[in-house]
C-alpha cells in the first residue's frame, strides 16, 4: 500500500507562483508514472501533468504547457508541480496520483489507482 501527501497549496494573486509536493510513504513511486490532477469548484477532475518512472518524459495539459514543470527525486520519493504565471482559472484542488496501468494513456485518470488527499490552491485576480 502506498500513502501520498500533498502539500504546498495556497492563496496567491495572478502572476505569482507556488510549489507543490508529493511525498509517498510505505511502498515507494520507483519506476511509476505520476501524475497532477485537479478539479475546480462544481467541474469534474482533469490532468494537468504527469512524469514518466524515470523521470525522463513528461506530459503536460495545454492549459498548463509553459506554466508548469513536474519533477520527481526518486531518492525521496517525492514529486514536485511548479507552477509559475498563474491564473485564476488554475483554482482547484490539486491531487497526485500513481498510474498503475501502464498501457493506458497518461491522460486517462482511471489508469490512476492510488490518490492523495488533495490541496487546494485558489488564485485571485
Known amino acids: 500500500q502506498v500513502q501520498l501527501g500533498e502539500s504546498g497549496g495556497g492563496l496567491v494573486q495572478a502572476g505569482d507562483s507556488l510549489r507543490l509536493s508529493c511525498a509517498a510513504s510505505g511502498r515507494t513511486l520507483s519506476g511509476y508514472v505520476m501524475g497532477w490532477i485537479r478539479q475546480a469548484p462544481g467541474k469534474e477532475r482533469e490532468f494537468v501533468a504527469a512524469?514518466?518512472?524515470?523521470?525522463?518524459?513528461?506530459y503536460y495539459a495545454d492549459s498548463v504547457k509553459g506554466r508548469f514543470t513536474i519533477s520527481r527525486d526518486s531518492a525521496k520519493s517525492t514529486v514536485y508541480l511548479q507552477m509559475n504565471s498563474l491564473k485564476p482559472e488554475d483554482t482547484a484542488v490539486y491531487y497526485c496520483?500513481?498510474?498503475?496501468?501502464?498501457?493506458?494513456?497518461?491522460?486517462?485518470?482511471?489508469?490512476?489507482?492510488?490518490w492523495g488527499q488533495g490541496t487546494q490552491v485558489t488564485v485571485s485576480s
Open positions: 512524469i514518466s518512472g524515470s523521470g525522463g518524459t513528461t
Open positions: 496520483a500513481r498510474k498503475d496501468l501502464g498501457s493506458t494513456p497518461y491522460y486517462y485518470l482511471s489508469s490512476y489507482s492510488y
